[in-house]
C-alpha cells in the first residue's frame, strides 16, 4: 500500500511529497475527504482532517521542522522513553529518526477494507546503540477509515541476539486542536490515581466529575485508565473520542501560560488552543524477552452534535 507518487493527481489515496525543509511526508487521503499527513521523520503525524478539511489536530505556529528537533504538535511517538523517565533525552529518540517504508509488513489483526493506510518501520542505528544498546524491529501501522477514524498500530519486537531482554515506557502524545482550552472537558477519567508531574509525580485521586483546565499547567499520569476516553470541545460542539489497547495509562497535558512562554517552539497563546491526552504505558514499564512482541493501538475518531442531535 506504499506508493511513491509525484502525480498531480490531487485525489491520489497515498502520495509522497517532499514538504518543510525537504523532509519528506506520506498523505492519506480517504475517499470521502479526510485526510492525514504523516512526516517520515518520526513516523509523525501533523495533519488530520474530517471530510470537511477541518484540521483536527494542533501543531504549533513555531514548530521547528529541522533534525534533530522533534516536531511540537501532531502525534509524537514516545520511544523507547516516556518523559525524562530514564536515562535518554526526553521522549526518547523514535520521534527524531528517518524512518523508512516497510516493504513486507506482517498481517494485521485489523480490517484493512475501506481504509487506506501505510506501513512504517524503525530499526536502530549504530549511534542509538551507544545510547541505547538493545536490537528491535518497531512497526508502525497508519490507517484512515470512513468518518475520518485514524488508527496507530505499534508492534515493537526485541531482536537481540545475545539474549537480553529490554525495557521501555511509551505514548501516543497526541495534541488534539481545541477552539478554547476553558471550554473543554475530558470523559473517562474521573475517581482515578494519577501522578502529578507538576508535584514531583506524588500521586493523588481525581476528584472531579469531569476534568475540565482552568488556571495553570496540567500535567498529570492517569493509573489503570478504560479503554476510551471522551475530550469534548462545547464551542466546536465537537468531541473526540480516545480508544486504545495495549495503553493502561492516560496522560493529560496543556502547559498554560508560563510554560508556554518558556518554550522556543511553541507561541505565547497558543495553549489556548491545544490539548494533549495521550495514550500510554508509563508507570508499569513493558518488558520484552528476545524474540517477544509488544503491540499497542489507538484510535481516533470525532463525534458532532450538530449530526448527532
Sequence with gaps: MNEMSTSDSERRPIEV?????????????????????????????????????EELLFLSS????????????????????????????????????????????????????NKVFTD????????????????FEYRLRIALGPGANLMMTSRIRNTNTDGKPFTFTFAYHTYFSVSDISEVRVEGLETLDYLDNCKKRERFTEQGDSITFEESEVDKIYLSTPTKIAVMDHEKKRTFVIRKEGLPDAVV??????????MVDFGDEEYKHMLCVEAATVEKPITLKPGEEWRGRQQLSIVSKKLDS
Aim: aromatic share 12%; charged share 25%; net charge positive.
Design 62 to 113: 513555531k514548530a521547528i521542522f529541522k533534525p534533530p528537533k522533534p516536531i511540537r504538535g501532531g502525534i509524537p511517538i514516545c520511544f523507547p522513553q516516556f518523559s525524562n523517565l530514564g536515562s535518554l533525552e526526553a521522549h526518547g529518540f523514535a520521534r527524531n529518526r528517518l524512518w523508512g517504508f516497510d516493504d513486507d509488513p506482517p498481517p494485521f489483526p485489523v480490517d484493512a477494507a
Design 253 to 262: 497535558w496543556n502547559p498554560w501560560e508560563k510554560k508556554s512562554k518558556a
Design 120 to 135: 512504517l518501520i524503525l530499526r536502530p542505528t549504530k549511534e542509538d546503540f551507544k545510547i541505547w544498546p538493545h536490537s
Design 17 to 53: 511529497v517532499k514538504a518543510i525543509n525537504g523532509l519528506e511526508k506520506v498523505v492519506l487521503r480517504e475517499i470521502q475527504g479526510s485526510s492525514v499527513e504523516i512526516y517520515l521523520y518520526g513516523a509523525h503525524v501533523t495533519s488530520w482532517k474530517n471530510e470537511q478539511g
